[in-house]
């Protein structure tokens, strides 16, 4: 699978789920929330889906000479910029903007591949408590245990 293919995938059920949970979710009238308080779950939800996709493109793009990458990826995959708007505010050139992009799709496309997030249909049909080796999910479980341990 080429990682690019996951990533245009794994984005496209990204937006998805953001305009779900944004149209779901009035985050700035909170008492229409309060029906969507947390419950437990063995299944990963939309709004798992979306922190899991922000946090593999940060873990992909986390170096400090990609940084510029991180903004790109932040203002235009993750924010819905539109592509002129983004390219003005990062002040950078139709052929740059090609290049990071096509970078951005590599690297994150990997991370979404290793952390389990693709295909789709196989995260949100595993139970949260028992994912894929590589998820996200259960990395972050890893680290408190770790961190707990130590």
Same mark, same amino acid.
């Given at each position: 699978m080429k990682p690019c293919y996951a990533f245009d995938i794994c984005h496209e059920v990204y937006a998805n789920a953001?305009?779900? %949970? +944004? =149209? &779901? %979710?009035?985050?700035?009238? %909170?008492?229409?929330?309060?029906?969507? %308080?947390? &419950?437990? +779950? =063995?299944?990963? &939800?939309?709004a798992e889906y979306v922190a899991d996709f922000a946090l593999a493109g940060q873990r992909a793009l986390g170096a400090r000479r990609l940084a510029s990458r991180l903004i790109l990826f932040r203002v235009y995959y993750l924010g819905g910029a539109e592509y002129h708007t983004a390219r003005k505010h990062l002040g950078i050139s139709e052929l740059t903007w090609a290049d990071w992009a096509d970078e951005i799709r590599d690297r994150v496309g990997r991370e979404l591949l290793r952390a389990g997030m693709f295909p789709p249909g196989r995260y949100f049909h595993e139970p949260s408590d028992e994912g894929s080796e590589g998820s996200l999910r259960q990395t972050s479980r890893r680290d408190k245990h770790r961190g707990a341990s130590e």
């Amino acid at each position: 699978m080429k990682p690019c293919y996951a990533f245009d995938i794994c984005h496209e059920v990204y937006a998805n789920a953001r305009q779900v %949970l +944004d =149209h &779901r %979710l009035r985050t700035v009238q %909170l008492e229409a929330s309060s029906k969507y %308080l947390w &419950r437990p +779950d =063995h299944r990963p &939800r939309l709004a798992e889906y979306v922190a899991d996709f922000a946090l593999a493109g940060q873990r992909a793009l986390g170096a400090r000479r990609l940084a510029s990458r991180l903004i790109l990826f932040r203002v235009y995959y993750l924010g819905g910029a539109e592509y002129h708007t983004a390219r003005k505010h990062l002040g950078i050139s139709e052929l740059t903007w090609a290049d990071w992009a096509d970078e951005i799709r590599d690297r994150v496309g990997r991370e979404l591949l290793r952390a389990g997030m693709f295909p789709p249909g196989r995260y949100f049909h595993e139970p949260s408590d028992e994912g894929s080796e590589g998820s996200l999910r259960q990395t972050s479980r890893r680290d408190k245990h770790r961190g707990a341990s130590e």
